[in-house]
């Protein structure tokens, strides 16, 4: 079993910076590519980053440039830097992950609880 816990969410004013954290913690011998999303009020929820096992790095358009994700293996923890934060960056932020064979049964999705990120203009 695995299960993720962030944290780093908080109130900041637009143009500063805030880094968020996520440690898997369990079974995480077959965790895959770790992924932030992001809820913002009353949007869907949106991929915002992702990193592989690997390294390869994946940013949604509206943070490219700005946010900045790393992981650390030998810790089983990826991070979340946001530089330049817009009020529209205001979301609940959620690490995802995805683990399977030999581990499970099956590939299944593994969400952490939240952390919101509020930006004050």
């Known amino acids: 079993q695995v299960w993720l816990v962030e944290s780093g969410g908080g109130l900041v004013q637009a143009g500063d910076s805030r880094r968020l954290s996520c440690a898997a913690h369990?079974?995480?011998?077959?965790?895959?590519?770790m992924k932030w999303y992001r809820r913002a009020p009353g949007k869907e929820r949106e991929l915002v980053a992702s990193i592989t096992t690997t390294g390869n790095t994946w940013y949604t358009g509206a943070v490219e440039g700005r946010f900045t994700i790393s992981s650390d293996n030998a810790k089983d923890m990826v991070e979340l830097q946001m530089n330049s934060l817009k009020p529209e960056d205001t979301a609940v932020y959620y690490c995802n992950t995805e683990t399977g064979p030999p581990c499970a049964e099956r590939w299944i999705e593994i969400w952490g609880q939240g952390t919101p990120v509020t930006v004050s203009s």
């Open positions: 369990g079974d995480t011998a077959c965790i895959s590519s």
